[in-house]
């Protein structure tokens, strides 16, 4: 919104074309989702605390975790407030792409607070039968993959981009419907299986969308894609303002997050924010660097497959417990060590991922 009177103030002044800048805006975004995190944190937090919607800790887990029975949850209001201010303020309102990410995030958002509402507030375990949140999970997330296909311009906007070998491009067709599905709805699952451990999820999501916010920017970007050898979509650079406020968010929850955390952010934040980064991934076509910038969350999910299928296929268990965070906890592992050597491997990964951009 402010980038529309930014721009009726230019003909009153050209310093205000500055504003018309990403890179600006984007820092922008940052710092005005961070500011609103830290206004409304200590509120919420409150809040929570006062009406008893506090986290129930399950029995049959780590002993340590039993002492976070109370601990205000579903913070994943604070995130996705502060990620809207920041986002509908500095961004361009008048790109689709700002407003796929912005709906598939609130989507994602809402059937989390139906989860965590009739667990918290209604006091009924199961939550969101898993049935149910998958199938509305499923219609946004096709929802959203097919409003992409039909309304793509340009052919880079549904093939599917290999990392580290430029010349590998594989045009999907209708594929691309389906293939953007799976990624947005496994990336939302996944973050959620990862949100187990104070700080755990966040801050490697914060770097993930730090790295896919310079994606966005030189895949919008005609000359700079066309130097890292990268497919240039039109339009796509305005995402990086939605990334931006994702990493300010992100860094204002992990204030209160943070070992031994205030709040938790339940699945309105988890869903939401995995969410997030899938459609951020597709709309830049870096779906394949997203697996691996976001390895945690696959080694996380992973993880709960294996240790599912052995059980039922073998009766025996591979890990202590899953996910993996918790297997590491049993084997005597402090919560501090698990939550900063999972944040290194992650800060390896995406390096690893931006290394793709010149490295083709």
Not at 97 to 105: N, P, S
Not at 110 to 118: S, T
Request: contains cysteine; aromatic residues 14%; proline residues 4%.
């Amino acid at each position: 919104m402010l980038t529309w009177l930014a721009e009726y103030l230019t003909q009153f002044h050209s310093g205000f074309n500055v504003f018309q800048y990403i890179t600006l805006r984007t820092i922008l975004g940052t710092l005005t989702s961070l500011f609103v995190a830290f206004l409304i944190g200590p509120r919420l937090i409150r809040q929570l605390s006062t009406q008893q919607i506090e986290q129930s800790i399950r029995d049959d887990g780590p002993q340590t975790h039993l002492e976070k029975t109370g601990t205000p949850t579903m913070g994943g209001l604070l995130i996705l407030v502060s990620i809207m201010a920041g986002t509908l303020c500095w961004s361009d309102l008048s790109n689709r792409f700002v407003w796929v990410v912005v709906l598939v995030t609130l989507a994602f958002g809402l059937i989390g607070w139906v989860d965590d509402y009739r667990k918290v507030v209604q006091r009924n375990p199961r939550g969101l039968p898993a049935r149910y949140k998958y199938f509305w999970q499923s219609v946004v997330g096709f929802v959203a993959a097919l409003f992409l296909y039909l309304s793509a311009t340009v052919p880079a906007e549904t093939q599917l981009i290999v990392p580290f070998v430029k010349a590998i491009v594989i045009d999907m067709g209708w594929v691309y419907v389906l293939f953007s599905y799976f990624v947005i709805v496994g990336t939302s699952n996944a973050v959620n299986l990862t949100d187990g451990l104070d700080g755990l999820a966040i801050l490697p999501t914060v770097m993930v969308a730090g790295a896919l916010a310079i994606f966005s920017y030189a895949t919008g970007h005609l000359y700079f894609s066309d130097y890292l050898g990268i497919p240039y979509v039109p339009g796509a650079g305005e995402v990086a303002v939605f990334c931006g406020a994702m990493m300010g968010s992100g860094l204002g929850f992990l204030w209160f997050n943070t070992y031994p955390a205030q709040v938790f952010m339940g699945d309105i934040g988890a869903l939401a924010l995995g969410a997030a980064l899938g459609v951020v991934a597709v709309v830049v076509r870096q779906e394949l660097v997203l697996v691996i910038m976001g390895g945690l969350f696959v080694i996380e999910t992973v993880s709960v497959i294996l240790q599912v299928g052995s059980f039922k296929l073998t009766g025996r268990r591979i890990f202590h417990m899953a996910p993996l965070h918790h297997h590491y906890e049993l084997k005597g592992w402090p919560e501090p060590r698990v939550i900063v050597r999972f944040w290194i491997i992650t800060f390896i990964l995406v390096l690893v991922g931006l290394a793709s951009l010149k490295i083709r």
